[in-house]
């Protein structure tokens, strides 16, 4: 695919949205990893044009932000008031005065364009030497869309709205899908005469293709070669289509790379994540943001894993990772919930119902059972025992305990940080340990047991514990006296 430099590319993502019921700027809704907006951008980007535009107006300003974060490359352009797509064209290309060349217009609301079928259109609009080029498509279902008029030769003559058409335009199915390119020249000539006569007494950017062919401009319709990519986004049913959609593309890459997807109808991976081959993706599985399977690792069900890293053949089962490193061969759950910066290296465990925040585990080393992990960083080959609190908050401040490496830690400990475990230590359950321990101690840090005899009998009497203990007595007696008579034979 190759295609010359486009000299700009204008997204359009000034209108309300209306139909969305939003407080959040249409364009902006997110979908499968990246806002609609973002999903636009990404497509032209193989274009490298020298300025992208983006027009902006409803909700200027987050709008802009979400540029300014996530596409600072791009530049937006208020437009003022929302008079229409030709409108908003003609105040991107004022901001330009000197741009010369073709220009690449495109709809906001089409997150399903790939770079494929822009390049295609780039192309073809090259190749044809037109002044003008529309990307259209062939839909069963053509409502609400522009109608493309072709002469009898196949020329296109006109894009018809819907709400203008005839009865007989109406029944085209070949709709506009608001992508074009244009000589930026005869896009602002043009657009300097788009008039307001429609239904919406709106600038439509669809009425330059017909005042171009009036000219006697070189103007052409390229079919898309997938209609899919075409379907914009105007409601939250068509965001929820469009979000399928999107996943069943990412589903049938990932498959065709080799990664087995147990359940794709409960699976959804963002365009963004990269999963190796022989991953194995069981069913109620979310992969987001910056997230990254490695080959043979096990994922599922039912885990949610965002901005994480997942090393070759390590498993997660029935886990929330957010902002996790996970190591090779590291197992995680069920039920674990691992936060920003927890960092498990090769081998290492966290198990059941473990949380885990800005903490290290050093390879081989677990954590299998009902624990806290917060602020931490334990060594190789260390073990903590169930039930373990890292005590990492006095209320003001957050502090840091250190384990060192095959230290073997009691059940039901709590580490009062900032504390250090030096390596090889042994603590014994049921300790709260506030003080270190030198490399190679046994820390007891609990209250002696001491055993009342008797107690229940003088202070529960006739409770079902009093009887039980009463009897056990008993049955102890017996034994006691069977042990002698056996051991006599
Ligand atoms: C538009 C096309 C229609 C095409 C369809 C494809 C026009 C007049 N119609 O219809 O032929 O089939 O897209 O999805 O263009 N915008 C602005 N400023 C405005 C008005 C709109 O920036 O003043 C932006 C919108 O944010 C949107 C795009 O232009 O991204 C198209 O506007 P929209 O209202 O969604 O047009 P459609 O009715 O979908
Ligand atoms: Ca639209």
């Known amino acids: 695919m190759t295609h010359p430099n486009v000299a700009a590319v204008v997204v359009l993502a000034a209108g309300q949205g209306t139909r969305m019921k939003s407080a959040l700027p249409k364009v902006l809704h997110p979908l499968g990893g990246r806002s609609m907006l973002g999903h636009v951008l990404a497509a032209v980007e193989p274009l490298a044009a020298r300025h992208t535009l983006v027009v902006v107006g409803a909700g200027r300003e987050t709008v802009a932000e979400h540029l300014a974060a996530t596409a600072p490359g791009a530049r937006p352009v208020v437009q003022e008031e929302q008079n229409g797509s030709g409108h908003a064209a003609a105040v991107a290309l004022a901001a330009v005065p000197d741009l010369e060349g073709p220009v690449l217009l495109v709809n906001g609301d089409a997150p399903l364009l790939r770079r494929e079928t822009i390049g295609a259109l780039v192309d073809a609009h090259t190749a044809a030497g037109n002044v003008l080029t529309v990307l259209t498509a062939e839909v069963d279902e053509p409502t609400g869309l522009g109608r493309i008029v072709r002469a009898e030769d196949g020329g296109v003559l006109a894009i018809v709205e819907e709400r203008d058409a005839t009865d007989a335009q109406r029944a085209i199915r070949e709709v506009n899908a608001g992508v074009y390119v244009g000589d930026a020249a005869a896009l602002r000539r043009a657009l300097d005469r788009v008039g307001a006569a429609n239904d919406q007494g709106e600038q439509y950017l669809t009425d330059v293709l017909g005042l171009l062919v009036a000219e006697g401009a070189r103007v052409g319709g390229e079919r898309a070669a997938d209609p899919v990519d075409v379907l914009g986004c105007n409601d939250r049913r068509e965001l929820a289509a469009r979000r399928r959609t999107l996943n069943d593309r990412v589903l049938d890459e990932l498959m065709r790379s080799g990664v087995t997807v147990v359940d794709p109808a409960t699976t959804w991976v963002d365009v963004t994540v990269t999963v190796g081959p022989d991953a194995l993706l069981e069913p109620g599985v979310q992969l987001q943001g910056t997230t990254s399977v490695a080959s043979g690792a096990v994922v599922g069900p039912d885990s949610t894993l965002v901005d994480t890293a997942v090393g070759e053949g390590a498993s997660v089962v029935r886990a929330h990772c957010v902002g996790a490193e996970i190591g090779p061969d590291v197992s995680v759950g069920p039920f674990a919930y691992l936060r920003p910066g927890t960092r498990l290296h090769a081998g290492a465990k966290v198990g059941t119902f473990v949380e885990t925040k800005n903490a290290e585990v050093g390879a081989g080393s677990k954590v299998p059972h009902l624990s806290y ?84 009998a003088r202070r529960r009497p006739g409770t079902a514990a009093a009887k039980a203990a009463e009897a056990a007595r008993g049955a102890a007696a017996g034994t006691a006296t069977d042990t002698g008579t056996r051991g006599s034979e």
Do not use: C, L
């Open 373 to 456: 992990v917060g602020d931490a960083t334990i060594g190789e080959g260390s073990n903590i025992g169930a039930a373990t609190v890292f005590v990492n908050y006095d209320g003001v401040h957050k502090h840091h305990t250190t384990i060192g490496s095959h230290a073997r830690t009691g059940a039901d400990n709590m580490f009062v940080a900032p504390v250090t475990i030096g390596d090889g230590a042994y603590t014994a359950a049921g300790s709260v340990i506030t003080s270190d321990v030198p490399p190679g101690a046994m820390a007891v840090a609990r209250a002696t047991q001491r055993n009342v005899a008797g107690w229940v």
